[in-house]
């Protein structure tokens, strides 16, 4: 069986992510192919308790050491139990974030500095990167404004300084100038439909021209 495809969506606060990766499922379960979205931090059972150790609390609750090995935990149990059985089976995999948000958020945004991060991205996801990454790229401020309309909690990195959140934009234009053949930039500023448009153009140029 041809292995699956894996696609993971990036950016920052009010990016827009999760509203693209359901636009993007549905085009795809419309072309007869099968689909599994996921998410980061969680996806699996164990991954998804340590879910609520990141997202909730106090915006100075961990060290930005604790949060990088807090999130490479999750993302250990994610591959073993939901990613890599589903990409075996045949099965596309479109993840909201994967390791590069570590690397913005941690190595960027609390400057940790990318050593450490790509240290331990050798060990736990090795040669296991996405097939296709999407940055959807907007102004740290109107990102801010978008995801402060969103309800549901979960805001302890929305909470926080401005000036992280502009490192943390920072950090993904540099993660995408690094490895342009594996990372795509997306125009976030535009209508849902526009951005639409960028990933469908992009999936079809870079993995797939049958495409629908």
């Known amino acids: 069986m041809e292995r699956g495809k894996f696609i993971t969506f990036e950016g920052g606060e009010g990016a827009g992510k999760s509203t693209q990766i359901r636009r993007l499922a549905?085009?795809?379960?419309?072309a007869g192919v099968p689909t599994t979205v996921t998410r980061e931090p969680g996806g699996s059972p164990g991954a998804e308790q340590i879910r609520s150790l990141l997202v909730n609390g106090a915006a100075d609750r961990?060290?930005?050491?604790s949060e990088a090995?807090?999130?490479?935990a999750a993302r250990r149990d994610h591959?073993?139990?939901t990613i890599l059985p589903a990409l075996?089976?045949?099965r596309w995999v479109l993840c909201d974030r994967f390791v590069d948000s570590t690397m913005?958020?941690?190595?960027?945004?609390?400057?940790?500095?990318r050593e450490i991060i790509e240290q331990l991205q050798s060990i736990v996801v090795g040669k296991q990167l996405p097939d296709l990454t999407l940055i959807l790229d907007i102004d740290a401020q109107d990102g801010l404004q978008r995801a402060g309309t969103r309800a549901g909690g979960e805001d302890r990195y929305e909470s926080m300084e401005l000036a992280f959140h502009q490192r943390l934009r920072e950090g993904f234009l540099d993660i995408a100038k690094r490895s342009p053949e594996r990372c795509a930039l997306v125009d976030a500023a535009g209508t849902i439909?526009?951005?639409?448009g960028q990933i469908d153009a992009l999936v079809r140029r870079r993995l797939s021209p049958a495409f629908p």
Not at 193 to 196: F, G, L, P
């Open 193 to 196: 439909d526009d951005i639409a």
């Open 88 to 90: 075996e089976a045949g």
């Open 69 to 72: 090995l807090l999130h490479f």
């Open 79 to 81: 591959l073993e139990k």
């Open 104 to 113: 913005a958020y941690q190595g960027y945004g609390h400057l940790l500095g």
């Open 62 to 65: 961990w060290s930005a050491t």
């Open 26 to 30: 549905e085009r795809l379960v419309s």
